[in-house]
């Protein structure tokens, strides 16, 4: 389907090759695609590099919303897209956003996205109503400015599509623990320049709240042991960021 209009696909990344291919295919409904990359120690920018379609910036990372404003900043056009390379733009959906495009009767929107771990369809878990703005006018939107939401907030009418967007963010349990393990370290070095210290209610209070409530009040329960996996592993990443942190203080590796 073929519109008079431009759309921008941004996306911010950080050790992506794996999923960089599958990416691009998916997004053959757009005109460019901007990446933010956080310095991959992967192949993730090389393969972004070789498109013609692709603008690469690598930038430090501070937090995901500082990113995915830079990334907005650096769109050509008013129009973008901003999925996650782990979330599957099936072409249901890149239909959906063309046939939307040729008369916009909002200005941001939203779809729900199915979550994925360990190979199961979670239904719980804190996922049940997840929508995300993922299609919008970037002159009427903005990234949320709390580092802890990553959420598009609009100024004006939104809508939803009717299709849902498989998100495969957590395919293994290595896989996971380990982006975690990341996200944990580079959370960590934002606070440290921040000038945020540690301390005991971090390491003692916030993993065990993290814990329970992903598990009784997210109702990670009802999806079984993958989801009690979840949560475990949800409350250890917020102790390893604490951990790090206070390590960086001691200047110890």
């Known amino acids: 389907m073929k519109t008079p209009y431009k759309i921008s696909a941004l996306a911010v ?18 005109d460019e695609i901007i990446i933010v ?20 910036y690598q930038r430090d990372f501070d937090d995901v919303s500082a990113q995915k404003s830079f990334a907005i ?4 056009n008013d129009w973008v897209t901003f999925f996650d390379l782990d979330e ?14 040729t008369n916009p009767e909002a200005i ?24 995300v703005i993922r299609f919008f006018n970037k002159n009427r939107c903005q990234v949320n400015a709390d580092a802890n939401i990553q959420a598009i907030d609009s100024k004006d009418k939104t809508s939803t599509l009717t299709h849902n967007l498989p998100y495969f963010h957590y395919k293994s349990l290595d896989e996971y623990t380990g982006e ?15 000038g945020k210290k ?32 979840l949560a475990y592993i949800s409350a250890f990443s917020e102790f390893k960021k604490h951990l790090n942190l206070w390590l960086l203080y001691r200047k110890i590796e």
């Open 13 to 30: 990344t950080i050790n992506k090759a794996q999923n960089f291919e599958p990416y691009l295919e998916r997004l053959w409904f757009v």
């Open 37 to 56: 990359d956080a310095f991959s120690s992967d192949q993730t920018a090389a393969l972004a590099s070789k498109n013609e379609k692709v603008t690469v």
């Open 73 to 76: 900043s650096k769109s050509k």
């Open 88 to 101: 599957e733009v099936t072409e249901a959906v890149a239909n959906e956003i063309l046939s939307v495009f």
């Open 108 to 131: 941001a929107y939203s779809i729900k996205r199915s979550h994925y771990f360990m190979g199961k369809r979670l239904k719980y878990s804190g996922f049940q109503n997840d929508y």
């Open 180 to 194: 975690l393990h990341l996200k944990s370290e580079l959370e960590a070095n934002a606070l440290y320049e921040k």
């Open 198 to 229: 540690p301390n005991l209610y971090d390491f003692l209070f916030k993993p065990n709240f993290r814990f329970w409530h992903k598990y009784l009040f997210e109702l990670a329960v009802l999806d079984g042991k993958e989801g009690f996996i």
